[in-house]
């Protein structure tokens, strides 16, 4: 969900030298007719079918990800205030910053956010900083790839 700390975690994915795309920030996504934006379905699902890619992370939310062959789901989250300060003063994205786009974001995580929780392999709270996230998250998938058959 937007303002959730997707592009900061790829950013510090990056930093610690791992493949990591941000949807929005890698031209991966584009707007649709009715306002809102989406995924270029198929150049994500040609990023995900490379065969030499080997651990790569992807960072956005759109309705196209429910038909993508993720291996591994991780949901960022925050609480509202903290996303409503982040959306406000983030200075790499403008989007939410009026109240109609601020209004659709918080719409989308009370309707949106559950549905995406049932379907992580892992959820994360970000108000950690962000080496504390990447952290959980690379320990999720080391326990993911553990109990894999």
């Not at 900061?8 to 610690?16: A, G, M, Y």
């Not at 009715?34 to 990023?47: H, N, P, Q, Y």
């Not at 392999?121 to 952290?135: E, M, S, W, Y």
């Amino acid at each position: 969900m937007s303002g959730t700390g997707k592009s900061t975690l790829v950013q510090e994915l990056r930093r610690r030298g791992f493949v990591a795309y941000d949807a929005d920030n890698d031209g991966f996504s584009e707007p649709r007719a009715d306002g809102r934006w989406g995924w270029r379905r198929e150049s994500v699902a040609d990023l995900l079918a490379e065969d030499d890619a080997g651990l790569l992370f992807f960072a956005g939310c759109s309705d196209e990800q429910a038909d993508l062959p993720f291996d591994y789901r991780i949901l960022l989250t925050a609480p509202e205030a903290v996303l409503v300060g982040r959306l406000r003063t983030r200075t790499n994205n403008r989007y939410a910053r009026t109240g109609q786009e601020l209004a659709q974001v918080l719409a989308d995580r009370a309707e949106i956010e559950p549905l995406l929780r049932r379907a992580a392999d892992l959820v994360l709270t970000t108000t950690a900083p962000p080496a504390q996230i990447a952290d959980a998250v690379l320990a999720g998938i080391a326990e993911h790839e553990l109990r894999a058959p």
